[in-house]
Structures are given as structure tokens and as C-alpha cells.
């Protein structure tokens, strides 16, 4: 059974930091790419970032290029998402999600992954 479990949200002040983590356990996590997804109230969930299986290629959204880095450690089967001077306008639970196909690129829309994390809330308050 393929689990995945997001840590780290929180509540912060606009432009401070949050480091999210999501762990996984279940699948052989080096094979798969592995994304970043968020939900606002009252929107669709949207693409955050992501990753491919070794790390060698890595793509985020415009909304979030240049202020939120993913990366991945295959020792410790785990995903991560740094957010760099966080808006009001990241507010969202933030999903992580593993790919659907081995050995893939960086893939960005939702049914190209299989498995999703129960998600983590962030806050940002202005």
C-alpha cells in the first residue's frame, strides 16, 4: 500500500519561510517522479512543482519560479517543497503526489500521477 504523508505547514507571516516535507512508503520512491499540487478555498487544485526520479530535472509554476524549490533525497524516500518569501496568495493545502510511470520526466498535470498525500495547510497572513 503506497503511502504518502506531508509535514511542515503551518501558519507565517507574508515573506517567511516554510519547508514542507512528504514522505513515502509503499513503492520503489527512486523510479518516480514526485509533484507539488495546491488548493485554495474555493479553487481548483493546481501545479506546484516537480521533480524527476534522480533529480536531474526539476519545473514550477510561474506563480512560484524563483520563490519555492523541490528537491528529493532517494535515501530517505522523501520529497520537499522550500518556500521562499511566501504571499498571502500561497495560502492553500499543499498536496504532494507520486507519478503514475516509472522513470518519467517532470510531469505536471494531475492524471499523470497515481498517489496523493492527505495534504498540509499553509497560511499566509499578510
Known amino acids: 500500500q503506497v503511502q504518502l504523508v506531508e509535514s511542515g505547514g503551518g501558519l507565517v507571516q507574508a515573506g517567511g519561510s516554510l519547508r514542507l516535507s512528504c514522505a513515502v512508503s509503499g513503492r520503489t520512491f527512486s523510479r518516480y517522479a514526485m509533484g507539488w499540487f495546491r488548493q485554495a478555498p474555493g479553487k481548483e487544485r493546481e501545479f506546484v512543482a516537480t521533480?524527476?526520479?534522480?533529480?536531474?530535472?526539476?519545473y514550477a509554476a510561474d506563480s512560484v519560479k524563483g520563490r519555492f524549490t523541490i528537491s528529493r533525497d532517494n535515501a530517505k524516500n522523501t520529497v520537499y517543497l522550500q518556500m521562499n518569501s511566501l504571499k498571502p496568495e500561497d495560502t492553500a493545502v499543499y498536496y504532494c503526489?507520486?507519478?503514475?510511470?516509472?522513470?518519467?520526466?517532470?510531469?505536471?498535470?494531475?492524471?499523470?500521477?497515481?498517489?496523493w498525500g492527505q495534504g498540509t495547510k499553509v497560511t499566509v497572513s499578510s
Open positions: 521533480i524527476s526520479w534522480n533529480a536531474g530535472s526539476t
Open positions: 503526489a507520486a507519478a503514475a510511470s516509472s522513470y518519467g520526466g517532470t510531469p505536471k498535470w494531475r492524471y499523470e500521477y497515481a498517489y
